[in-house]
Structure formats: structure tokens, C-alpha cells
């Protein structure tokens, strides 16, 4: 299918690996130019590098912490007319309610919520005027099936979730979509430090944690990042103006619910 969005340009946070590099690579594919951001400079120049060799697309590159105002603003004046924009960011360890200050919830809510609506803000009203926009945020499956240890990253990141829902509803008659990919138990740095996580908590061996991960999905096995990456390169694409405000599990088919 050609998801007519060649020549389209995106911002696409946190994309030097993981999920971000994966929604980057399925972009180039499509003739999407970048502009791709992370923190590491070196690890940003080799995926920049790599997605050129791969897709003969532009790729430039701004390095910083999303969170921080003049990374923001340096992708805003690397990319001033996107028309995709991918939110992205690590986040926040697993721990215990009793042992979030305000410091840790001030720090989430920044990185994982107050970032990415800071950006869609910065960007939407210019895909507003030129009528096409492509938003989609990589949040969590957290959002619809929250455990306590998780607390930090589900309270930020359902934030987002509630203010895209509704700004989605107010630029829909302009082409401007807003979704959401919520990923569990994809194969990525992040699934590694968790099974090591829980081989240490039990006394097991990681590949031991890895096997009751993969027995607690119902597709039985993880994730694979360019899964995720096809399903945001789709929600970016021409074919899918009328997909707006919805939230897309990517879990294999684990989560038990209906809404």
C-alpha cells in the first residue's frame, strides 16, 4: 500500500533506538524526510546514518532531552512545518508508591507528559492552517491496564492520553489525527533491563524471566519493534484521516478487555 506521505516531513522524538527508531525507519521507507532526535549525539549520528544508507531519505538530526525547553525548540527550528509528529520518550523506573517524592513525580510528568503536549502545541496549529497532520504518541499499555509499580509513567502518560482525546475532537475537520501506540512486551533495550529486573527480584536466570514474559503474553512471544513501527507509519499515512483520538494496544492480544 502506498500510504501517501512521500516527501511529508516529521519531528520524531527519541529515535536513535527502540520504538522511536523503529517509527522512524518505517517513515523513511515511505519517503518521509526526518528530523530525529535523542539525547546520545553519537548514538543519534549512527541511526541517522543508518536510516539514510537504508531509504535514501533526508535525516537531520538535533541532540538534547526532550524534556528540556531548548531541545524543543531546536527541533522546532530544524523542522518548522512537520507534518508527523512522533512523541516519544523513555520512562520512569518501576518502584513503590511510598517512595515517590515530589521530585520523581515532577520528573515524569515532564518527560512523559508535559513534553510531548508541549510539542503537539508547538506544531498543531501549523498543521491546522495547511490542513494534514499526523500525531501519534507512543505512550503505554499502562494507560488502560495500570499496576501499582508502573505508577509514575501511567499517571503522566494517561495524562497525555486524556488532553489528546480531547484536543483530537477540536482539529479533526482539518486532517490533523491525534492517536496514541500502546506497546507491551516489545523486544527492546527497555523489555531487556525489565526481564533482568525480574530474574534479579526471583533469583533466576534472565532468560528464565524472559520465557514467564513471553508465557504471559497470549501471542506467546515479544514484540517486535518494527510492529510497532508499520502500525505508526499506517496511523501517519493519507489512508488514515479518519482514525483519530484512539488509543492501539500492541501486546500481542494479552490485554483482556473490550475497551
Known sequence: MDLGINDRKAIVCA?????????ALALAHEGVHL?????????????????????????????GDIALEETRS???????EPDILINNNGGPLPGRFQNWDRE??????DAN??????????????MV???????????SAMVKAPLAPMGLSTGARAGLTSLCKALSREVAHANVTINNLLPERIDTDRQRFMA????????????????????????????????????????????????????????????????
Open 15 to 23: 529515535a536513535s533506538k527502540g520504538l522511536g527508531k523503529a517509527c
Open 35 to 63: 528530523t530525529i532526535n535523542a539525547r546520545n549525539e553519537e548514538n543519534l549520528a549512527a541511526t541517522a546514518a543508518e536510516i539514510r544508507a537504508a531509504s535514501g531519505v533526508p535525516v537531520h538530526t538535533v541532540a
Open 74 to 80: 531546536a527541533l522546532i527550528a530544524a523542522c518548522p
Open 104 to 109: 520523581a513525580w515532577i520528573a515524569a510528568l
Open 113 to 126: 507528559m508535559l513534553a510531548p503536549i508541549l510539542m503537539i502545541r508547538a506544531v498543531i496549529d501549523g
Open 129 to 139: 492552517e495547511r490542513r494534514f497532520g499526523r500525531i501519534v504518541n507512543i505512550t
Open 196 to 259: 533482568q529486573l525480574t530474574a534479579s527480584l526471583n533469583g533466576i536466570s534472565v532468560e528464565e524471566a524472559y520465557e514467564r514474559i513471553r508465557s504471559s503474553i497470549a501471542a506467546r512471544r515479544l514484540g517486535r519493534p518494527e510492529e510497532l513501527g508499520a502500525a505508526c507509519a499506517f496511523l501517519c499515512s493519507a489512508q488514515a484521516g479518519f482514525i483519530s483520538g484512539q488509543n492501539l494496544q500492541l501486546d500481542g492480544g494479552t490485554y483482556p478487555g473490550i475497551i
